[in-house]
């Protein structure tokens, strides 16, 4: 016996593979980063702290994956009868021999983990490792009673997600549950084949068999990945589809499908060098390669403007009814011209999106807007509505004709309540005609300044009642300030370039290179002054070997002084260290330095000590 | 008393001047704001002090500075550094002293403007009034006050000087530059011009060239901080180098 | 007395504009309370040097927190972090700019012969730099607190005014650049994308609000301005625009790149022009 386990059967009765894959396989690495981040949160064991995913995205050797000799064997033998089937077996077949496999896992922190793994199968339905690790992760789909789902947990269908992003439909799973028991298992998705002369179901489990009782392996001795020793979960999931390895990507859904988990501290994501929380957020959302801006500000991930939009509570009590009662949501709203596609942001109470819900007629009206229950009850109503990918309100999944009709009506009141708000708010901007107030409308506009001014400015409030006031506070320091800015940024904000500027040194005005105080150090020994600037010339001046350098001289507020630094009256000589020979120099300008060495090496003999405390600026004659 | 602000944009009213002359600003809402200071009674002082006669200076300034001193100084800086609160003062609370003191302001539109609603800055008598009392209160016993005024007002070019420019314009250096200055009877040549210097432009003087040189060497040597022996042999070694 | 412009000090200095440390900050933070008749300043600082630390534990260096406002003032602090400095209201005012600097200063001649955070640069030579008694170690940033913009984050309005002598004009409020209309007509007000139409006139507008910032805070006549060299302006509008170009990353302004200047402090305003015409064009085919 293997250490894959495959039931036997008289018949081959699927040909096919389970449809819900290539669904999931269609979701691409968002889909499977919802799926499992979701799961996580639903999880979570101390309602105080975050919980923690830890996604690593990496590469593994073949032998490295637990099972790999007999997934082989599995998958050669299996026989496509259907264009479809054949498609994806060549494709499995393909990649058996592939010299390393991308893999992506999700570990978490702060959550229960499953329960009960020493008990191995259990038909009691006591235990969440049953559950789990022997099904085939179509829990959803077999059950048809609504309210089934009201009870949580449908832990199932996440796993089912983590097969389809694999190449090989294959996921593990390592459990450490709350008595330290560390367990690892898994599941393949095939279809019934033939192997050895004997008939195969299409899920493998990779799982220990006990006379006759599927027991999980103990957690020993396997690669680094596959380790998981502190109470949770971690989803591993091998031969990872070239596809869905795209870090920008992977940082894009989980900020976009989490952004209100995350600035509410209710998760923190690592995601290989990455720390994804409250203080990091705003940073992430600026970056360019990960929320690229469009030209004409059309886009499809929203998450920006949701952000923005958490700023403005519209209603703490916005009503939305189904056929039999009322239900409360907190609706955050903006309006704002310059949005050219509006849409909804349905959430869930654990933070997660569910759906940029488009309001039938106002797909293009000009709005942002968040809808999250106002309490579990809301919550879990929201939730019996989410479809089987958890990432649309439907009603098709109801098989009860009432409960569908019901989910209907709540649907469409969603649709007609933001429309009003919709509405009304256009009419406040666009009043009809003849009550137009013209005075001292601030544009619209204004929302963009005020984003880019707000990030110099921290408000301090000081007094109370009438002698109230507001003092905007800027910092001068990017280090510090009230934005937090990610560490590795820490340091570089020092200006290293030499800029081009235009200045009159008394004749008239022309272009000089001011060079940055952070590449010139200054020192004296008794009465020998150093010059250092540390600049590739070389990289500016491409053929020139000598150069000419301008001092002046800067008072006590920083104005600067062309001709007041006198160098004859200070100095004996100027030396040039790097050629060893003294230089020509009048009033304000050392003329004829040698650029060879790329920089600049200056030693003074002090003959006037009466400039020794004078602040300098350099510049170089272009 | 109550003390009624201007409307912000006053200055950029047209018809300020002949409201102000026509006693028709009291009376119009529309120059004035929502804000007003309830304050314990104020009197008015000499306000503009352009006297050639230097014992009508003298006895000028000592009267503003004792009136800043007993009425004034303990009122929150938010309101005595406020060019607003100043003007409106003046325009309203104060115009008939204004008128008497300076009838020339109702009838020349520009004594108007340079007495009146001049912009209060290191040019202003008030604020350079304020600014003398309060270094002097802060940082002075009772008994040198006056030795301190009589200073600023012997050294009016070096003082004017010394709070136009926001390096230099320090309590504590202001006090030690001005009595270093008074104990080596530097006086007079503080105020008086270098001649021998073509280089250094017209009209330059002992005294500013010396806090210019304070001015340069700030804050790699951070002079107001030094105790005033240290400094007067820093500011003796400056002026030497204007000395030949 | 701030004093934060970038240039070369004759010895090392520990600053933000220099790189005489390595790897070393000193950071200032500044909050406030209203005490009634005084405002409580928290003054939190970061200082990573060694050398510097010890410098003042052992008294051979000394605190300075610089206040200026109307006027410069300074304060010698404890050598501890996190101290509330109480300062009486008729001292210092919070309405109009107040900036806050930390120096630190030598109360001897020291030796950096044991400043071993020094850059590596001065490894060899560090045994033979003095700093004179008076002498400057270490300025921290520059905190400014702005009490005087009643509408820190508005930088537009709208007027109409029937009397003006051209169609449209551009004047500058105390803090604001005003879109004054002959005719309401012409705010497109009919149209629902209204706001993104007049970008051509908000483009205008922040033409002008950059020539006129360039031509008053320009120092003796040069040409351009370095962004991160000039102080703050007293002109509210100025320093909204200063603002938001640092924040940009906006290094120079000058007659030629105004329009370079402009794509980068706004928001795309002409493609959502271009965009705006596209769509009010397409809606009126449709209609």
Redesign the interface.
């Known amino acids: 016996m293997g250490v894959w386990k495959f039931s036997e059967t008289k018949l081959m009765e699927d040909y096919n593979f389970n449809p819900i894959l290539e669904r999931f396989y269609t979701y691409g690495i968002s889909g499977l980063v919802r799926e499992n981040i979701q799961n996580s949160l639903d999880h979570r064991l101390d309602k105080r702290k975050p919980v923690e995913v830890v996604i690593e995205l990496g590469k593994l050797n073949g032998n490295d994956i637990p099972g790999f000799d007999e997934i082989k064997n599995r998958i050669k033998a299996l026989m496509g009868t259907n264009q479809y089937s054949k498609e994806t077996i060549d494709n499995m077949k393909a990649h058996l021999n592939d010299r390393s496999y991308d893999f992506i896992s999700f570990e978490d922190k702060n959550t229960k983990g499953l329960s009960g793994s020493n008990f191995g199968y259990s038909v009691s339905g006591k235990y969440s490792y049953s559950a789990y690790a022997y099904s085939k992760g179509i829990h959803f789909e077999d059950s048809d009673k609504v309210n089934e789902k009201l009870r949580g947990g449908s832990h199932g269908i996440g796993k089912i997600a983590s097969n389809a992003a694999s190449i090989l439909y294959t996921m593990f799973f390592a459990n450490c549950d709350e008595y330290s028991n560390e367990t690892l298992g898994g599941t393949i998705q095939l279809i019934d084949h033939q192997l050895d002369g004997k008939t195969y179901r299409s899920t493998g489990y990779y799982t220990d068999e006990i006379s006759d009782k599927y027991i999980p392996y103990k957690n020993e001795e396997y690669h680094r990945v596959f380790h998981k020793s502190t109470r949770g979960l971690k989803i591993i999931v091998p031969f990872l589809r070239e596809s869905f390895v795209n870090k920008d990507m992977i940082i894009q859904s989980i900020c976009d499908s989490f952004m209100l988990a995350i600035i509410n501290e209710d998760l923190v994501v690592h995601f290989n060098d990455i720390t994804i929380n409250a203080l990091t957020f705003e940073d992430i959302l600026d970056e360019n390669n990960i929320f690229p801006e469009t030209d004409n500000g059309k886009t499809d991930v929203f998450t920006k403007l949701y952000f923005r939009t958490y700023q403005n509570l519209h209603s703490d009590n916005f009503i939305i009814s189904d056929k039999h009662q009322d239900y409360r949501f907190k609706l955050y709203f903006t309006y704002d011209e310059s949005i050219l596609t509006g849409r909804t942001g349905i959430y869930r109470s654990i933070g997660m999106k569910i759906e940029d819900k488009k309001i039938v007629s106002n797909v293009n009206k000009p709005y942002n807007a968040l809808l999250i229950p106002y309490s579990v009850e809301e919550d879990v109503f929201l939730k019996s509505l989410e479809n089987e990918s958890h990432t649309k309100l439907d009603f098709s999944h109801f098989k009860d004709k009432e409960n569908q009709e019901n989910a209907k009506r709540f649907i469409n009141n969603i649709d007609r309540e933001i429309s009003k708000v919709i509405e009304s708010e256009m009419n406040k901007h666009n009043p009809p005609e003849g009550k137009l107030d013209t005075s001292d409308i601030i544009y619209d506009i204004e929302n963009t300044f005020k984003r880019d001014i707000e990030k110099r400015f921290v408000e301090l409030h000081i007094g109370a009642g009438n002698t109230k006031k507001t003092i905007l506070k800027t910092s001068d320091t990017e280090e510090e300030g009230e934005s937090t800015k990610r560490k590795k940024r820490k340091g570089k904000n020092k200006p290293n370039k030499l800029v081009k500027i235009k200045k009159d040194f008394g004749n008239e005005p022309k272009e000089y290179y001011q060079i940055p105080g952070s590449l010139i150090k200054r020192y004296s020994v008794t009465d020998k002054e150093n010059l250092f600037i540390n600049v590739d010339l070389n990289d500016i001046y491409e053929d020139k070997k000598t150069g000419n350098l301008l001092v002046t ?1 800067v ?3 920083g104005i600067e002084y062309p001709n ?1 630094y006198n160098l004859e009256n200070t100095y004996e000589y100027i030396a040039d260290e790097n050629t060893r020979t003294k230089l020509r120099f009048n009033k304000n300008c050392i003329y004829l330095i040698n650029f060879e060495k790329g920089n600049i090496h200056l030693s003074m003999k002090v003959k006037n000590h ?1 400039n020794k ?3 300098l600026r350099f510049y170089l004659e272009v | 008393m109550k003390v009624r602000l201007l409307k ?2 006053y200055l950029k009213s047209d018809n300020l001047f002949d409201d102000f002359c026509n006693n028709l600003i009291e009376g119009d809402i529309d120059h004035f704001s929502e804000d007003e200071y309830i304050l314990p009674e104020l009197r008015p002082f000499p306000f503009y002090l352009a006297y050639k006669d230097a014992d009508q200076l003298e006895k000028s300034f000592m009267e503003a500075f004792k009136i800043i001193k007993e009425d004034y ?6 309101i ?3 060019q607003q609160f100043w003007h409106s003062l003046l325009l309203v609370n104060f115009r008939d002293y204004v008128i008497e003191e300076h009838p020339a302001v109702t009838t020349n539109k520009n004594r108007f403007k340079n007495i009146v609603i001049k912009s209060f800055d290191w040019e202003n008598y008030i604020y350079k009034c304020l ?1 003398a009392v ?1 270094y002097a209160v ?1 940082n002075l016993p009772e008994v040198e006050h006056d030795l301190f005024y009589s200073a600023v007002i012997n050294n009016l070019d070096l003082y004017n000087y010394l ?1 136009k ?3 230099t ?4 250096f202001i006090i030690n530059v001005l009595k270093i200055v008074e104990r080596n009877n530097l006086s007079t040549l503080m105020k008086s011009q270098i001649k021998d210097r073509p280089d250094l432009g017209k009209d330059e003087r002992y005294g500013r060239r010396v806090i ?1 040189e ?13 105790d005033i022996d ?1 400094m007067e042999s820093l500011l003796l070694n400056h002026l030497s ?1 204007y000395k030949s | ?3 934060d412009k970038e240039s070369t ?3 090392p200095i520990l600053s933000k504009f220099t790189d005489d440390y390595e790897d070393k900050t000193f950071i200032l933070k500044v909050g406030v309370q209203d005490g009634g008749n005084h405002y409580a300043f928290k003054i939190e600082y970061k200082l990573d040097s060694k050398f510097i630390i010890n410098a003042l534990n052992k008294n051979q260096a ?1 605190l ?1 927190l610089l206040v ?7 304060y ?1 602090l404890e050598n501890k972090n996190d101290q509330i400095l109480p300062i009486s ?8 700019r107040t900036s806050f600097q930390l ?1 630190i ?1 030598t109360t001897e001649i020291l030796s950096f012969k044991s400043n071993k955070d020094l850059h590596k640069f001065y490894l060899k030579e560090r045994e033979n730099i003095y700093i ?5 170690l270490a ?1 921290s940033n520059v905190e400014k607190f702005n009490g005087d913009l009643k509408k820190p984050y508005e930088l537009f309005e709208k007027k109409v005014d029937s009397n003006i002598k051209s169609e449209i004009k551009i004047e500058f409020g ?1 803090e604001t650049i005003i879109i004054v209309y002959r005719d309401i007509e012409y705010q497109y007000n009919k149209h629902r994308r209204k706001n993104s139409l007049n970008n051509h006139y908000v483009y205008i507008g922040l033409q002008r609000a950059l020539l006129r910032f360039l031509r008053s805070n320009n120092e003796k006549d040069q040409e351009e301005i370095y962004i991160n060299g000039i102080d703050e302006p007293a002109d509210k509008l100025d320093l909204k625009l200063l603002n938001l170009m640092k924040v940009k990353g906006v290094l120079l302004l000058n007659y030629e790149n105004v329009d370079e200047v402009i794509a980068k402090i706004s928001d795309k305003i002409i493609s959502k022009h271009y965009y705006a015409i596209e769509e009010t064009f397409n809606e009126s085919k449709i209609a």
């Open positions: 001289i008072d006590g507020m007041e009466s405390f004078s602040k | 912000e944009e100084i303990k009122i929150d800086r938010e005595t550094m406020s600014l309060e802060d709070i420019y926001t390096v314009r320090n309590d504590k210019f304070f001015n340069k060497d700030y804050p790699v040597v951070l002079s107001p901080m030094m240290d180098k | 007395m701030i004093f000090f004759p010895h000394n300075y200026q406002s109307k006027d410069s003032k300074f010698k209201k008729n001292s210092i005012s919070l309405n109009k120096v200063m004179d008694k008076f002498g400057v300025i105390s």
